[in-house]
């Protein structure tokens, strides 16, 4: 696939949602966006930003970036971003095209680079290019690009709204059953039985933003970085309502029920997707590298595509383990085998249950360590609204997530490999194939 205006393909700092838009134009299905990740053998990262170098390429480096926040708008006229903390780089289409260091490249065995792949489109809940043109009446293409632009106008001015201070009333799912004055969810988890709050614990939740104004996360101790080019204020809702599963308060005003697990987390708010719930893997890559230099205990991302394994993320997976954190991430809603970065071995993938704890038809399967309540599920999402109900293994991830942080809170020694090991250990047996629920019912402490 080509950008508007590049032949040869995509530049570092081509928006997401242009690419989005060239891709959907073109009326295909591919998930590939034109760019390449590189993904370099361990410890060979600065061997690899010198080779990427020698071959004339015009490299940045994530770690001149103040506490590596760096967004692929911000690296200028570079061909290369690299992220040290998980040893991967995004070539541009063209300067990866013209030194021939594409996906079909192959790499010989002295060189620090072990694997060219294509980048691919990430999404919210897993939606794919051809959910996306459903959006458009009759089938219509050649208007994706004014589609989109104009999804984003739209949410600019109800921004705009917002910020004049306007007060609705909350809107609460009457579905919603309440128990214990928790949702179906948290309930099943036992999070309302802990007596732990997350307190010291650091949460990345990468996907769409949060709504900064959101009367539930005012005097929170948020942390929040763009690496797609828009303000991280959400504009989408999937972010918040992720972030809220997660992070959320333990005593909503008024008669909400509890939907929060780790309430006194330090929350990092990591806007990897567009507003239009839209990215690539190199997104996702500079959040992952930024959460990990942060050291974030717990990194959630409830975001991915139907694409094979991918070495970037394997490489990013293991690099968190290696530096104390863990990294959960939705399966995907296809009805189908686990996709990226899901399917990794160094990320816990998250499959989605029933209110019967029963897996939910949605939910992929095949790759699953641990199961979580992703069904009609209660959190925060943007104003006007507050809070609403969703449904998708993007539900059930913020749910081990939280329970994670609660588990890591008292003990320095449950973190990575350890804390993975534990959710494991005292997840609840449910009579479902390992495939479809791994090892169970994430377990609050």
């Known amino acids: 696939m080509t950008s508007p205006g590049s032949p040869s393909g995509p530049t570092l ?13 073109s009326g295909g299905d591919s998930l590939e966006t034109g760019r390449f990740i590189a993904t370099f053998r361990e410890d060979a990262v600065d061997a690899g930003i010198q080779s990427l ?14 506490r590596q926040a ?53 999404f919210a809940e897993q939606q794919t290019l051809e959910s996306l043109r ?12 004014e589609y989109l632009r104009g999804f984003v106008q739209a949410a600019e001015v109800i921004a705009r709204d917002l910020g004049n201070g306007r007060r609705h009333q909350v809107e609460v799912g009457e579905e919603e059953t309440l128990v214990l004055g928790a949702t179906w969810g948290l309930v099943a988890c036992r999070v309302p039985q802990s007596t732990r709050s997350g307190a010291g614990v650091k949460v990345a939740v990468l996907d769409t933003g949060l709504d900064l104004g959101h009367p539930d996360f005012t ?36 008669s909400t029920p509890r939907y929060g697990i780790g309430h006194r987390t330090s929350v990092f708010a990591g806007k990897v997707l567009s507003n239009t719930g839209s990215g690539s893997t190199a997104g996702v890559l500079a959040g992952m590298n930024w959460a990990i230099a942060n050291r974030c205990e717990v990194i959630s991302m409830s975001l991915g595509s139907q694409a094979p394994v991918q070495a970037a993320y394997t490489a990013a997976g293991r690099a968190a383990l290696n530096n104390g954190s863990l990294i959960v991430a939705a399966a995907g809603n296809a009805s189908a085998a686990t996709g990226a970065p899901a399917n990794s071995p160094t990320i816990m993938s998250v499959a989605s249950l029933d209110r019967t ?43 081990v997530a939280g329970c994670a942080a609660l588990w890591a809170q008292p003990s320095p020694s ?4 350890s804390l993975w090991r534990r959710l494991v250990a005292t997840a609840r047996h449910l009579p479902h194939p390992a495939a479809r629920v791994g090892a169970g019912l994430v377990q609050a402490p």
């Open 53 to 66: 170098s020698s071959s004339g390429m015009r490299v940045a480096d994530a770690r001149d970036f103040d």
């Open 219 to 254: 005097g929170r101790h948020v942390v929040h970085q763009t690496f797609v080019g828009q303000p991280v204020q959400d504009l989408h809702s999937h972010g918040t309502h992720c972030i809220g599963t997660a992070c959320g308060p333990k005593a909503p005003a008024g």
């Open 357 to 399: 704890l029963a897996p939910s038809a949605f939910s992929n399967f095949g790759k699953v360590e641990i199961a979580a309540p992703g069904r009609d599920v209660l959190s925060s999402v943007p104003r006007p609204t507050r809070y609403g109900t969703k449904s998708g293994t993007s539900m059930a991830t913020p749910h």
């Open 13 to 25: 700092s081509t928006p997401v949602d242009d690419l989005l838009a060239a891709a959907l134009d």
């Open 134 to 145: 459903t959006h458009l009446t009759d089938g219509d293409t050649d208007g994706v690009s």
């Open 70 to 122: 760096v967004s692929l708008g911000d690296v200028g006229d570079a061909e290369v971003l690299v992220f040290p903390e998980i040893g991967a780089a995004v070539l541009s289409g063209p300067a990866a095209t013209e030194r021939g260091m594409t996906a079909e490249t192959a790499v010989a065995s002295d060189s620090p680079v072990e694997a060219i792949e294509p980048e691919y489109f990430v």
């Open 414 to 417: 449950l973190r990575g490999e």
